[in-house]
């Protein structure tokens, strides 16, 4: 069975820099089109950025995050990353990661991102 187990969040203010990281244990983390998403208090869960495989895929960024947001991965290490510069408060959510192709339904425990002066 695969987990992913996101780490790297905090409390931080606006303007500064986080760098999150998720952990896949398995070995399909090759071929997983990963994805980074994120849920803000009182609202659903959304897609943020996605990162392709080895296999195919695109790389996807939300329109709130472009230019902001970088999404990267080391397959060595079966980790994917999370470079988020210049937050903003609206970035406060927990962030989740999860392959978009493998019909993983389930979720991790996620690393929570506070953004606050």
């Known amino acids: 069975q695969v987990q992913f187990v996101e780490s790297g969040g905090g409390l931080v203010q606006p303007g500064e820099s986080l760098r999150l990281s998720c952990a896949a244990s398995?070995?399909?983390?090759?071929?997983?089109?990963m994805g980074w998403y994120r849920q803000p208090p009182g609202k659903q869960r959304e897609l943020v950025a996605q990162s392709p495989s080895t296999s195919g895929g695109s790389t996807y960024y939300a329109d709130s995050v472009k230019g902001r947001f970088t999404i990267s991965r080391d397959n060595a290490k079966n980790t994917l990353y999370l470079q988020m510069n210049n937050l903003k408060p609206e970035d406060t959510a927990v962030y989740y990661c999860?392959?978009?192709?493998?019909?993983?339904?389930?979720w991790g425990q996620g690393t929570q991102v506070t953004v606050s002066s």
């Open positions: 398995g070995s399909i983390f090759r071929i997983a089109v």
């Open positions: 999860r392959p978009l192709n493998l019909g993983i339904s389930s």
